[in-house]
């Protein structure tokens, strides 16, 4: 077994992660993840498949997979260039009076339908200017009435009715709102990202497979590390958790998953790569 082997496969056992599962979550086949464990990259389709594998495999259980193919790029087979032929396009005199044709025929219709345009819109103006000269003549004129000024009422402000002060009720202040649950991308580091969550006392997390199937699972990090559910979920099945404390949560595939935690909506991924994410639950002092 090669050194990039045995530490993919203690990175894997550390994470309670079959072969079985990490098929499941790369869609790699089982006897290519033994071939990288074994470090016989022979097996392997090509040398392009060997980066690709070795990159998903290390996303899946928690590595950095940059730095992994960085630390042991001599040990992985370079993938193989392929040489592309440039295609030269073939342009004929024909194809560029062809062009010159259209261009010459859509610039000619365009300057007569312009021609056109104005020939019309200045005949429309003069027509209207007649319309309404032969309606202003034909209009009779007509004598205004004399309307005598009216004098205010003295007594409009004696006609009015007092409002009694004495009938006011105090308004009741109306309490401030709760602060609303703040969820907050704090860092990413080592592949996970960290979350605090603030103004809350619990944790509430609410999980929706979207996609085809989702292998997850969900640890308490209480006084000690507890796993609280792991399985696959296929799609349209949903659940939901209440926790006290602080929540560490793996995701095989990242785009097949909707997550809601507190109200708020986290983003896990948009390629179907592993993902880890931790919750941290910021407890109100008081």
Not at 8 to 30: G, H, N, V, W
Not at 58 to 80: C, F, K, R, S, T
Not at 131 to 153: C, G, M
Not at 157 to 168: I, K, R
């Amino acid at each position: 077994m090669s050194e990039l082997g045995q530490m993919l496969r203690k990175a894997r056992l550390e994470s309670k992660i079959s072969l079985d599962d990490l098929q499941e979550m790369t869609k790699i086949r089982k006897r290519y993840l033994e071939a990288i464990e074994d470090g016989n990259f022979k097996v392997l389709p090509g040398n392009f498949y060997v980066r690709a594998f070795i990159k998903s495999y290390a996303e899946a259980v928690g590595l950095d997979p940059n730095e992994v193919l960085h630390m042991y790029q001599n040990v992985i087979p370079a993938p193989e260039q392929e040489q592309t032929e440039p295609i030269r396009t073939k342009r004929t005199s024909r194809n560029n009076e062809k062009i010159g044709k259209w261009a010459s025929n859509i610039m000619m219709i365009s300057f007569v339908v312009l021609i056109l345009g104005i020939i019309y819109y200045y005949l429309n103006m003069n027509y209207s200017g007649a319309q309404r000269d032969v309606t202003a003549n034909d209009e009779p004129k007509r004598v205004t009435d004399k309307v005598e000024p009216t004098t205010p009422s003295t007594n409009t402000y004696n006609n009015t009715v007092p409002v009694a002060e004495n009938n006011q009720t105090a308004a009741v202040p109306t309490p401030p709102p709760a602060p609303k649950a703040e969820v907050k991308l704090v860092k990413s580091q080592g592949g996970t990202d960290f979350y605090s969550v603030s103004n809350a006392s619990k944790l509430t997390i609410e999980m929706k497979v979207t996609g085809d199937a989702c292998w997850f699972q969900i640890d308490s990090l209480g006084q000690s590390r507890d796993t609280l559910e792991q399985g696959t979920y296929t799609n349209g099945k949903s659940q939901k958790w209440e926790l006290d404390n602080s929540a560490f949560m793996i995701f095989g595939r990242s785009n097949a998953v909707e997550l809601m935690v507190n109200g708020t909506s986290v983003t896990v991924g948009d390629t179907p790569n592993a993902k880890r994410i931790q919750f941290d639950l910021q407890k109100n002092q008081g």
